[in-house]
């Protein structure tokens, strides 16, 4: 059971509840009855010991507790969390996240970005599956791999599942 962060598209994502869910998916829909405001997933943790996690989260955030589990924090401040757990956590892809906006010196694909609250280099997250674990450079094969989602790729082809959501 995945530690969730979901925060209200319309108020730029803030507050940020952070929650532990079996689904997050059910979860987010069943906060979103009777929420006026659309809801948004940033990101997940996920850990032994989700409830502790989830415990820690609460503690280390109590200065800016609002309503129940919900707190006054920005996408931004919820980056250092996922980042802290390297391959344990998680961003929300950004639909767009394979749009090509351009290419680098080395004629790599530069693209839009996993998530639209920070520039995330694909060595820090990987634009498939939102792992914080990167995507790392594999010699022998010059392609960039995910331990994650286990994808192997050298960007040159996407399908159209790739530029979908999570």
């Not at 394979?98 to 004629?107: L, Q």
């Not at 599956?129 to 790729?153: K, R, V």
């Amino acid at each position: 059971m995945p530690v969730y962060f979901l925060g209200e598209d319309d108020n730029g994502c803030s507050p940020i509840k952070v929650g532990v869910a079996k689904d997050i998916g059910r979860r987010k829909s069943d906060l979103q009855t009777g929420n006026p405001l659309e809801l948004k997933l940033l990101g997940w943790i996920t850990s032994a010991d989700d409830f502790e996690t989830e415990r820690d989260l609460h503690r280390r955030l109590a200065s800016r507790r609002g309503r129940g589990e919900w707190f006054y924090i920005e996408p931004a401040d919820v980056l250092p969390f996922l980042m802290e757990v390297g391959q344990r956590g998680f961003v929300a892809k950004n639909a767009d996240a394979f749009e090509i906006t351009g290419y680098d010196r080395d004629a790599i694909p530069e693209y839009l970005g996993v998530w639209e609250w920070a520039d995330l280099e694909i060595d820090e997250c990987c634009p498939f599956c939102g792992c914080l674990g990167g995507m790392h450079f594999q010699e022998a094969s010059q392609m960039h791999y995910c331990i994650q989602c286990d994808t192997l790729t050298d960007f040159s082809e996407l399908s159209p599942d790739d530029r979908d959501g999570p």
